[in-house]
């Protein structure tokens, strides 16, 4: 369903994350790699609700694009198998 959270994030379109985060600085690059997941910040959700729409491909994902910076990350890089997020969704 279009916009419904999914609890497998293998079936996700969309990935919110907050980069600032060790964990999500570590689903920007271990997901960021996968070009059928568009990685954005959380924020994402609070600019689509003030534009009363969904921000899109189209609309440039409203500046939200998560990349890596290919800087370190904490003790957790590696051990993203079996976390969980609350944060994945389907789009289409």
């Known amino acids: ?3 419904a959270a999914i609890s497998n994030i293998q079936n996700a379109d969309v990935i919110l994350v907050d980069g600032r985060s060790d964990y999500g ?3 920007i690059r271990e997901w960021g790699k996968d070009a059928d997941k568009v990685i954005l910040e959380h ?3 609070s600019a689509c609700i003030a534009a009363a729409k969904f921000l899109g ?3 440039e994902w ?3 694009l998560s990349v890596d910076d290919g800087l ?3 003790s957790g890089e590696t051990e993203l198998e079996g976390m969980e997020t609350q944060y994945a969704l389907n789009v289409s």
């Open 62 to 64: 409203g500046g939200f």
């Open 57 to 59: 491909k189209d609309d």
């Open 43 to 45: 924020l994402w959700v």
């Open 1 to 3: 369903k279009a916009g």
């Open 72 to 74: 370190p990350i904490g």
């Open 25 to 27: 600085r570590g689903f």
